[in-house]
């Protein structure tokens, strides 16, 4: 029961029961499909990464922001050291973390972070792109 593939499956429902508004399915398949992943592909890949993403902008949605911000982080960080620091991947998961300092009043430091996203997006996506767009409007 802990193939990889089973962690997909997990992952997979996860996101219909976060689709569907089952906050507490939807937290216990991510968990799940996480445990699962670490122990079969390293802390490092990729496919954990997204875990640990899927989990934060979870906890975000449901205001658990300093959840959210632990396991953000955590997948800023795998993704850095994948993806690059300029791919869109880090730019998604900083636009994230960006939401969560703004709903914490740390609006300044939400801003810049939002910049930095905007910059990403810039140099991967293009400038008239519509997640650039949205990073600038939000880091105004």
Same mark, same amino acid.
């Given at each position: 029961?802990?193939? #990889?593939? !089973?962690?997909? %499956?997990?992952?997979?429902?996860?996101?219909?029961?976060? +689709?569907? @508004?089952? &906050?507490?399915? =939807?937290?216990?398949?991510?968990?799940?499909?996480?445990?699962?992943?670490?122990?079969?592909?390293?802390?490092?890949? #990729?496919? !954990?990464?997204? %875990?640990?993403?899927?989990?934060?902008?979870?906890?975000? +949605?449901? @205001?658990? &922001?300093?959840? =959210?911000l632990e396991h953000l982080g955590k997948?800023?960080?795998?993704?850095?050291?994948?993806w690059g620091e300029e791919s869109k991947? !880090?730019?998604? %998961?900083?636009?994230?973390?960006?939401?969560?300092?703004?709903?914490? @009043?740390?609006?300044?430091? =939400?801003?810049?972070?939002?910049?930095?996203?905007?910059?990403?997006y810039t140099s991967v996506l293009g400038?008239?792109?519509?997640?650039?767009?949205?990073?600038?409007?939000?880091?105004?």
């Amino acid at each position: 029961a802990e193939h #990889p593939l !089973v962690a997909r %499956t997990l992952y997979n429902m996860a996101g219909v029961h976060q +689709d569907q @508004g089952k &906050h507490v399915e =939807a937290l216990e398949g991510f968990r799940e499909a996480l445990r699962i992943r670490r122990i079969r592909l390293g802390d490092m890949n #990729p496919d !954990v990464g997204d %875990t640990y993403h899927a989990l934060g902008s979870m906890q975000l +949605d449901l @205001g658990e &922001h300093e959840g =959210a911000l632990e396991h953000l982080g955590k997948a800023l960080k795998i993704m850095c050291k994948v993806w690059g620091e300029e791919s869109k991947k !880090v730019a998604d %998961t900083k636009y994230n973390m960006a939401v969560v300092y703004r709903a914490q @009043g740390l609006g300044e430091k =939400a801003k810049g972070v939002f910049r930095e996203c905007a910059n990403i997006y810039t140099s991967v996506l293009g400038p008239e792109h519509s997640d650039t767009l949205d990073a600038l409007v939000q880091a105004t």
